[in-house]
């Protein structure tokens, strides 16, 4: 017998946004089961707990996230669970961001509850929902482009591994946080190295703020 209730993570550092959007949520999908989490560790540890989850309203900016990197990581853990980022900034350029990298949606916090609501179903029922003065056809920038695809290409636990490089922790810290040998980690920085084309972590740091940062060529921020 199939599931006949839908399971949604509010991902955001807000308590009043993630009451809100809980709210919106709960009275419109009365089949639902709703979880909080407040930093990007939070939602990777109920992401592992809830399975069968299917649908993640996710806040670029919260504590952890460092900006496009989660969503990156995100989609490539977890292929099967939609995303739709839920957002203050509301720059072109950044939404298109999201869906290359495999957003099924972006709702800028502006939004009236009718729209947010309209998205979730949209995505629920396994489509896309774009904003609708947003043209994803256009200002596609290769330099940014190319970053993006090499980030990509990480595995989840690179992809991890480069964050955690990205707040300052050295190889043994790293190894201690994931529960895995330094050895490990020094191949997953060499793996990190080789596939974002650089020659160094310090490199590799530059390349994961930019994306962090909104530094993109073609984007001015990913709040």
Not at 17 to 38: C, H, I, K, M, W
Not at 59 to 86: C, E, K, T
Not at 164 to 179: F, V
Request: some cysteine; aromatic content about 4%.
């Amino acid at each position: 017998m199939g599931r006949t209730r839908s399971d949604i993570v509010i991902a955001d550092d807000h308590p009043l946004v993630r009451g809100a959007l809980r709210q919106a949520v709960e009275t419109a999908f009365a089949e639902t089961t709703v979880s909080e989490t407040s930093d990007f560790d939070s939602l990777v540890h109920a992401l592992e707990d809830r399975r069968e989850t299917d649908l993640v309203l996710l806040d670029l900016g919260m504590p952890g996230m460092h900006g496009f990197s989660g969503l990156i990581y995100l989609r490539a853990q977890y292929p099967n669970v939609p995303v739709v980022v839920v957002s203050a900034n509301d720059d072109r350029c950044v939404m298109r961001r999201c869906f290359e990298i495999g957003a099924s949606g972006f709702i800028p916090k502006t939004m009236d509850v009718s729209v947010l609501r309209s998205a979730i179903a949209a995505v629920l029922a396994g489509g896309l929902w774009v904003p609708p003065d947003l043209d994803l056809a256009g200002g596609a920038d290769p330099a940014s482009t190319d970053i993006l695809r090499r980030l990509a290409s990480l595995t989840p636990q690179q992809m991890r591994v480069l964050m955690m490089l990205s707040e300052g922790l050295l190889n043994k810290q790293i190894a201690y946080e994931l529960s895995v040998s330094e050895a490990t980690i020094k191949a997953h920085v060499s793996a990190i190295l080789q596939k974002l084309q650089v020659e160094s972590r310090t490199q590799a740091v530059i390349a994961a703020g930019k994306i962090a940062q909104g530094q993109l060529p073609s984007s001015t921020g990913a709040g």
